[in-house]
């Protein structure tokens, strides 16, 4: 198992964390395209978020059913403690490979 994560995985990471318990499949979506201008496939976010469980980095439950879901329920995200570690660890390894490389190239 990678101990650093791919680009994708990261920004999935990041959007669970800034929207908090309103991490669910279309918020986080929307999160990305506005966050990165990327339309990004239903399907690519549920596969990514499935193996970032798998491998211990996230967890989700499902939510109350909803009349305005047709009675359906949401499956809400959330980043363990584990995959805290993981995004702080490839933002260091971004800002490690960016250092030296002057003002345009910084990671925050």
């Known amino acids: 198992m990678s101990k650093t994560l791919g680009q994708f995985e990261l920004l999935l ?5 800034r929207l908090g318990d309103r991490a669910y499949g279309v918020t986080i979506r929307r999160e990305l395209a506005e966050r990165t201008g990327r339309v990004v496939s239903a399907g690519a976010v549920y596969t990514a978020l499935e193996r970032l469980e798998r491998r211990g980095l996230a967890t989700s439950w499902l939510g109350e059913p909803t009349p305005e879901r047709g009675g359906r329920a949401k499956r809400y995200y959330r980043i363990l403690p584990a995959g805290e570690e993981a995004v702080a660890r490839t933002q260091a390894l971004l800002r490690g490979l960016a250092a030296d490389l ?3 190239f910084e990671v925050p």
């Open 102 to 104: 002057g003002p345009r």
């Open 13 to 17: 990471l990041l959007a669970v964390l």
